[in-house]
């Protein structure tokens, strides 16, 4: 068999950490990205990036706790290397704090962050509304930096990216041997998955260079994550809204509720606002499928759904979307050599 061709659909954190992916352990597939947006005009490009991992109810705490331990050890060693500025990546420590004390008192990533405690009485005056908290250190993506060094890696390894809007993923059958869906949000249009909703965030992108701390209020609804240049505040949770349009009411609400965790944040400055859409699921869909006509078939592998932790376990994901892969390009080659007996 030639060098197995793979298309990727999708050019968010998931489908460029997956096609680097598959470029690392399959150097001999010849890998292209087909998307109808690249960064900046991406999900993943409006997203905070931190990494503090999101539950999917669906999937074992064990997978998730893998998948984020992978992608942890994956950025923490971009952080302390040379590339750490370019890539946007950049540790940064603070406080989740809660007005009542969480039944868990110890999260199942616990003990992949660093530094993972109780705060203090002391600490804990800072925040006289809330009265438990929990203090670590975890990692940051600057999300369009991120996604563009995902991008010059993925040129550099000749992987091929063209903008193209994929209407049926079997439209692919003539020209590839392996289909990655990595549609986010699309994927609810692309394969007709009505299991996938999207959640609507808004959040703003501030001036306050003097917040060094993360603050994230327990509750995942307020928060305040420092970048390298901006400081992302959020948030909303909208279930089933498809709106991209920011909304001033939720500005000033979102900006009020950071205020009252962080007064100094009243003297921020060039406050632009974005909108998101949470690609939601009650897991992610992490599968190999196979789309077949007339007697041709056409493996593929499903990797989107990471709903509110897209960030958080991308490198997992993509891992684990690459050896899917790994078993499709295995069982072609088994089928050809067959073939030709
Ligand atoms: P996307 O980034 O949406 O990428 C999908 C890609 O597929 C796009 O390139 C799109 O153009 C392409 N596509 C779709 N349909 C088609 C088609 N038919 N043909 C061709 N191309 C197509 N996660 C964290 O871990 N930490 C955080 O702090 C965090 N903060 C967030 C804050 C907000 C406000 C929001 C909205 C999200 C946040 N997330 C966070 C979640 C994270 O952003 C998502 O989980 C992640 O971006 C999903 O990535 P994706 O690549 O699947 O989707």
């Known amino acids: 068999m030639a060098a197995p061709k793979v298309a990727v659909v999708g050019a968010g954190v998931i489908g460029l950490s997956t096609a680097l992916c598959i470029s690392e352990t399959c150097p001999s597939c010849s890998v292209t990205v087909l998307s109808d947006q690249f960064s900046p005009n991406t999900t993943s490009d409006v997203a905070a990036g931190m990494l503090i991992p999101h539950t999917y109810p669906g999937t074992p705490i064990h ?20 590339e750490a500025s370019e890539a946007g990546i950049h540790l940064v420590s603070g406080w989740q704090v809660f007005k009542n004390t969480p039944k868990e008192e110890l999260p199942f990533w616990s003990d992949v962050v660093l530094g993972f405690r109780t705060m203090s009485k002391a600490e804990l005056q800072k925040f006289p509304q809330h009265q438990f908290g929990q203090a670590f250190m975890t990692l940051k993506c600057d999300c369009p930096p991120y996604l563009l060094w995902l991008e010059k890696r993925l040129k550099a390894t000749g992987v091929q990216m063209y903008t193209r809007r994929v209407a049926d993923l079997w439209e692919l059958h003539s020209e590839y041997n392996v289909v990655v869906n990595c549609a986010g949000i699309g994927a609810h249009q692309l394969v007709g998955d009505k299991e996938l909703f999207p959640v609507r965030g808004q959040v703003l992108k501030v001036h306050a260079p003097w917040v060094k701390n993360f603050i994230r209020d327990g509750d995942g609804l307020t928060y305040i994550y420092p970048g390298i240049h901006r400081v992302t505040l959020g948030g909303t949770r909208e279930v089933e809204s498809w709106s991209l349009s920011p909304d001033p009411g939720t500005t000033k609400d979102i900006f009020d509720r950071c205020c009252s965790l962080e007064p100094s944040l009243r003297r921020a400055q060039d406050i632009k606002v974005k909108v998101g859409l949470r ?63």
Do not use: M
């Open 63 to 82: 997978v998730q706790k893998q998948w984020f331990k992978e992608t942890f050890t994956y950025l923490f060693a971009i952080s302390h290397s040379a």
């Open 279 to 341: 690609p939601s699921r009650w897991c992610v869909r992490l599968q190999r499928d196979v789309l077949s006509q007339g007697g041709v078939k056409l493996p593929v592998v499903h990797n989107y759904g990471h709903g509110a932790g897209g960030f958080s376990v991308h490198r997992g994901t993509a891992k684990e979307a690459a050896r899917l892969v790994g078993e499709c390009i295995a069982a072609l080659q088994v089928s050809s050599s067959r073939a030709k007996l």
